[in-house]
């Protein structure tokens, strides 16, 4: 049996640390453990604050989601206040929500994770000619071109096709034998080149793809303009409990957001649509089509046994999350758990997800049994809490082996990460683009979504003409690691469509003369009871995410936020087994234990969004305590 470290795990945001047991003889991982070796503490920061601020300090938690925090949480201020935003409100949300989906879906492909399937060292060897006519091939056979209904189209072609001349590829190649020959790889360092994995494609894929990850360096800087033109920058986009700040006109022109200013997220939106169904779809399913041929369809893990979600986008305004009515204003209704799924859809068993149930400790909670934390409770670490009631203590206990300046192994049967574990009904699930499509899928196929939206549709559609092109059915293919990437890709595309779908939207009701972005009719703390409490829901493009809040006499008194890599990435429970990263890690072949790319390919296809290291300040701007878990940094609590 092999003991085997990653640590840290690169190209993600923040700090994870995996280890796996392997049996050298099968490669099979007979175990394995998460940890999140940063502690984030940004619930702490929100007490005593004014929840009317409280999305602008929680969007810290993450540069890489940057609005997808804000947004959950106003939406769980306003949840627990009563405050119903104005459609336009509604539609700018969407706008930003979905123009973040589609620049993070492709930002991760390109340049977080592509690079565990493709070589730029096996692209020195690849033919310029042979390159630039596979591109054509590539983009004959590998398109899916499929569109959302919306009417307005205001681009008469794409003006971003992929270069297919052996002149262009040839010059890609000579900047990489460059950086090749220096000895200094740069953002191509730190990799197994010499793993058997590359060589399951021909060198031409890996130029290919090599190109693209050098152009979207550039491109993808475009698709998030809708967050500035709208939320003023990017990132961390300005919101405002209510609604929106900022102010519209279509008749003057130095209005914050005027007709040029919206011409301009027009662009944007053409940008994405193009980039996805032109670059990105066709990359990933001349990818994976080679893998699937490969027989390659391992590293599902817990997506076969179960997988969550909350719903995203809603159609219009809603009274609050927690009465249920923003079950029922969604556009993608994947509110709910399917179990099962690698049985068939026709198999599968759902569960909704209600309203009534998002305050109920039986349904939702998180433990702490294998985490660094403790809860004041006669029940114990392993007794979950509901969000409501949560608690962040901090319990640092250090490694099995080694010393917590230099750890050696962790201690799975203690505590061993930074990240809570989050249960529905005391179980694990799995959330993100994957959990999405295998909900929405089920649903359709078990009619359990008669009156199915256009969006629902395309899903099903998308999953379907996948499956057409590996020749693979969606309960064999989707629940795997090349299926977790697939999903990110169709899902990429689909956000693509919702963006102009809201944009349409939002023209048309601006065209009425509705101007109204902010409802502030509770604004003022007066107005509000002397004690509340709200939930933010959000599909964020990692997965389902969620914001707590409880307000008593104004201010914040209670903070908790579960994001989707806490669902993915969290320490094992003794109860409900292994979560989504170590599950996946166990249901992994690997070839060379020493190199372990399988088990990085297969965390990174969850795009892990690790909490940043957190420092706290009194009033006076003092240090008061900085937590460093890092090993290589002296892994030491100073206190102030």
């Known amino acids: 049996m092999k003991h085997i470290v990653v640590d840290p795990v690169t190209r993600i945001e923040g700090h994870l640390r995996v280890e796996a047991s392997i049996d050298e003889g099968s490669g099979k991982v007979q175990d394995s453990l998460s940890s999140g070796t940063a502690w984030r503490g940004l619930e702490l920061i929100m007490n005593d604050r004014d929840p009317r601020d409280a999305w602008a300090y929680i969007q810290r938690i993450c540069g890489v989601c940057t609005t997808a925090h804000a947004l959950a949480s106003v939406r769980a201020v306003e949840d627990a206040l009563g405050i119903k935003i104005p459609k336009n409100a509604n539609y700018i949300r969407n706008i930003m929500a979905a123009s973040l989906t589609v620049q993070d879906h492709i930002v991760h492909f390109y340049h977080l994770h592509a690079l565990d399937w493709v070589s730029p060292v096996a692209a020195l060897s690849a033919n310029p000619e042979a390159t630039a006519a596979l591109q054509n091939?590539?983009?004959?056979?590998?398109?899916?071109?499929?569109?959302?209904?919306?009417?307005?189209?205001?681009?008469?072609?794409?003006?971003?096709?992929?270069?297919?001349?052996?002149?262009?590829?040839?010059?890609?190649?000579?900047?990489?034998?460059?950086?090749?020959?220096?000895?200094?790889?740069?953002?191509?360092a730190a990799q197994w080149?010499?793993?058997?994995?590359?060589?399951?494609?021909?060198?031409?894929?890996?130029?290919?793809?090599?190109?693209?990850?050098?152009?979207?360096?550039?491109?993808?800087?475009?698709?998030?303009?809708?967050?500035?033109?709208?939320?003023?920058?990017?990132?961390?986009?300005?919101?405002?409990?209510g609604g929106m700040p900022c102010s519209i006109s279509q008749d003057d022109g130095n209005s914050p957001v005027n007709t040029a200013r919206l011409a301009i997220v027009d662009r944007a939106i053409n940008l994405g649509r193009t980039l996805v169904n032109q670059y990105y779809l066709p990359d990933l399913l001349a990818i994976g089509g080679i893998y699937a041929k490969a027989g390659r369809v391992d590293g599902g893990g817990l997506a076969k046994e179960r997988v969550l979600g909350f719903g995203q986008y809603p159609l219009d305004t809603y009274n609050t999350t927690s009465d249920g009515s923003f079950f029922s204003s969604l556009l993608i209704r994947c509110n709910g758990v399917v179990e099962n799924f690698a049985a068939g859809a026709d198999k599968a068993k759902f569960t909704e997800l209600k309203g009534e149930d998002l305050a109920n400790p039986d349904v939702f909670g998180e433990s702490v049994g294998h985490a660094w934390y403790e809860y004041e409770s006669r029940d114990g670490d392993d007794k979950a809490i509901h969000p409501y009631d949560g608690q962040t203590k901090p319990k640092y206990t250090g490694p099995k082996v080694g010393t917590p300046t230099d750890w050696k192994e962790l201690d799975e049967k203690g505590k061993y990460s930074w990240l809570k574990t989050p249960l529905w009904h005391g179980k694990m699930c799995e959330v993100g683009p994957l959990a999405r499509y295998i909900i929405i899928y089920t649903r359709a196929k078990q009619n359990?979504?008669?009156?199915?939206?256009?969006?629902?549709?395309?899903?099903?559609?998308?999953?379907?003409?996948?499956?057409?092109?590996?020749?693979?059915?969606?309960?064999?293919?989707?629940?795997?690691?090349?299926?977790?990437?697939?999903?990110?890709?169709?899902?990429?595309?689909?956000?693509?469509?919702?963006?102009?779908?809201?944009?349409?939207?939002?023209?048309?009701?601006?065209?009425?003369?509705?101007?109204?972005?902010?409802?502030?009719?509770?604004?003022?703390?007066?107005?509000?009871?002397?004690?509340?409490?709200?939930?933010?829901?959000?599909?964020?493009?990692?997965g389902a995410l969620s914001h707590w809040v409880n307000i008593e006499g104004g201010r914040v008194s209670n903070y908790q936020c579960i994001v989707p890599?806490?669902?993915?990435?969290?320490?094992?429970?003794?109860?409900?087994?292994?979560?989504?990263?170590e599950k996946a890690m166990i249901d992994t072949q690997v070839k060379i234990p020493e190199k372990p790319l399988e088990l990085v390919k297969v965390i990174r296809s969850f795009d892990p969004c690790m909490a940043c290291a957190t420092h706290l300040y009194n009033t006076k701007g003092e240090t008061i305590r900085i937590v460093t878990t890092d090993p290589y940094s002296g892994g030491q609590t100073v206190e102030a």
């Open 565 to 581: 890599t806490t669902w993915n990435a969290c320490p094992r429970d003794d109860k409900a087994g292994h979560g989504a990263y």
């Open 448 to 542: 359990l979504l008669p009156d199915m939206t256009w969006a629902e549709k395309m899903m099903v559609d998308q999953v379907d003409a996948v499956s057409r092109v590996l020749n693979i059915p969606p309960h064999v293919w989707l629940p795997t690691m090349l299926g977790r990437t697939a999903a990110r890709a169709l899902d990429c595309q689909l956000n693509a469509e919702i963006e102009r779908f809201f944009f349409e939207k939002l023209i048309n009701n601006l065209k009425t003369g509705d101007m109204q972005v902010a409802n502030m009719d509770k604004w003022e703390p007066s107005t509000w009871p002397k004690k509340a409490k709200g939930v933010g829901l959000y599909e964020a493009p990692r």
């Open 137 to 188: 091939q590539v983009l004959a056979t590998y398109q899916v071109p499929l569109r959302g209904p919306v009417a307005l189209e205001t681009e008469a072609f794409a003006k971003e096709l992929p270069r297919a001349t052996p002149s262009y590829f040839k010059g890609i190649q000579d900047r990489v034998k460059k950086i090749v020959d220096s000895g200094q790889l740069g953002i191509f």
């Open 193 to 241: 080149w010499d793993h058997p994995d590359y060589n399951l494609l021909p060198p031409e894929v890996h130029l290919m793809a090599v190109a693209h990850y050098v152009e979207m360096l550039d491109k993808q800087r475009e698709l998030v303009t809708p967050h500035v033109v709208f939320g003023g920058k990017n990132p961390h986009p300005h919101y405002l409990v």
